[in-house]
C-alpha cells in the first residue's frame, strides 16, 4: 500500500475522480490520535492510504502536528511507502516558485517536538538509526521515473531545511540557511521523516516551491502569501498527476 501525506494545499482526496474511496479510519496508537482519520481507498487498483498533514480542515500547526502518532497509523494501515507533500520556501537559484523537487538531504532546526520512538529507557539497549540518507533512494527513483512518464519536471535533489514556524523566517535567517547549505525550506520535514526510517518506512518528500524564502527575489521586503496560496493549489495539481501516475506505474 501507498501512504500520501498531503501538506498545506491538500487536505482531501474525495471529490478527486481517480480515487475510489473506501473508509475512514481511526488507528489507535501509543501516542494518541493521527491528525485526522487515515482514508483508505484506490487509485488504479493500488491501494491507498491518505493522511492529511495539518488534519481535516488544516487546524494543527507544525510544531502541533502528533507526527508519531501519524506514521505510526500509516504503518498500522499496511502502508510501506510513503511520500509526503510539503510546501516551501526556495532558497537557491534552481529552487524558483513553482518548481517540484525530490530533496536528497535535510538539516533539522526544529525543537521542542516529539521526535522520536525510542523515548523511554531502552531494555535492550539504546536504538540509533541510520539517516546518512534520510530518504530512501530506491523509492526516490522510483518516482522520478514516474515523474518521467508523465512529463513533469521534478529536480533530483536538494536539501532541505526543516524550521520550527509557525511564523516565517527573517531574512538573515535565511542567509544563515544558504550558507548552511539549503536550498529551500519548510516546517514540517522532521520529525515526520526520521520517525518513518524508525518505522521502517520508505519514504519521500516530494516539496513544492510556493514562494522565495524571505528576503530572496520578489519576497525581499515581505512574503506575499496570497500568491504562495495561489502557487500551492496549482502545484497540488500537478504533484496528483504525478501520485496517479505512481499508482498505475505499481509504486
Ligand atoms: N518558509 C518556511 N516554510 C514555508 C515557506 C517558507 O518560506 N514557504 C512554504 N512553507
Redesign the pocket.
Known amino acids: 500500500m501507498i501512504g500520501l501525506i498531503g501538506g ?1 494545499a491538500l487536505t482531501e482526496l474525495s471529490g478527486f475522480e481517480d480515487f475510489v474511496f473506501q473508509e475512514k479510519k481511526n488507528f489507535h496508537t501509543p501516542y494518541g490520535a493521527s491528525s485526522a482519520p487515515i482514508v483508505l481507498g484506490r487509485i488504479k487498483n493500488q491501494s491507498v492510504a491518505f493522511l492529511p498533514r495539518h488534519g481535516e480542515s488544516h487546524q494543527w500547526p507544525p510544531h502541533r502536528i502528533n507526527y508519531r502518532a501519524n506514521l505510526w497509523s500509516l504503518r498500522e494501515a499496511g502502508v510501506k511507502n510513503v511520500l509526503a507533500l510539503a ?3 526556495g532558497i537557491s537559484p534552481a529552487f524558483e516558485t513553482g518548481v517540484m523537487a525530490l530533496p536528497d538531504q535535510l538539516v533539522d532546526y526544529t525543537w521542542g517536538r516529539e521526535f522520536t520512538l525510542y523515548d523511554d529507557e531502552q531494555v535492550n539497549g539504546v536504538t540509533h538509526i541510520d539517516f546518512t540518507q534520510p530518504y530512501c533512494q530506491v523509492f526516490r527513483e522510483r518516482i522520478l521515473q514516474s515523474a518521467q512518464h508523465c512529463g513533469l519536471n521534478v529536480l533530483d535533489h536538494g536539501t532541505y531545511a526543516v ?1 520550527q ?1 509557525p511564523r ?2 527573517t531574512a538573515a535567517e535565511i542567509r544563515r540557511l544558504a550558507h548552511d547549505g539549503a536550498d529551500m ?3 514540517t520535514g522532521m520529525p515526520e521523516t526520521s520517525l518513518a526510517r524508525e518505522l521502517g518506512l520508505n519514504y519521500a518528500t516530494l516539496a513544492l516551491v ?2 522565495a ?2 528576503g530572496q527575489g520578489v519576497s525581499g521586503k515581505k ?1 506575499d502569501l496570497q500568491a ?1 496560496a495561489q502557487v500551492s493549489r496549482s502545484l497540488v495539481g500537478a504533484a496528483l498527476k504525478l501520485f496517479i501516475k505512481m499508482c498505475s506505474d505499481g509504486h
Open positions: 498545506s510546501t516551501v520556501g524550521t514556524g516565517l523566517e525550506v519548510g516546517m510556493v514562494n524564502a524571505a512574503i504562495a
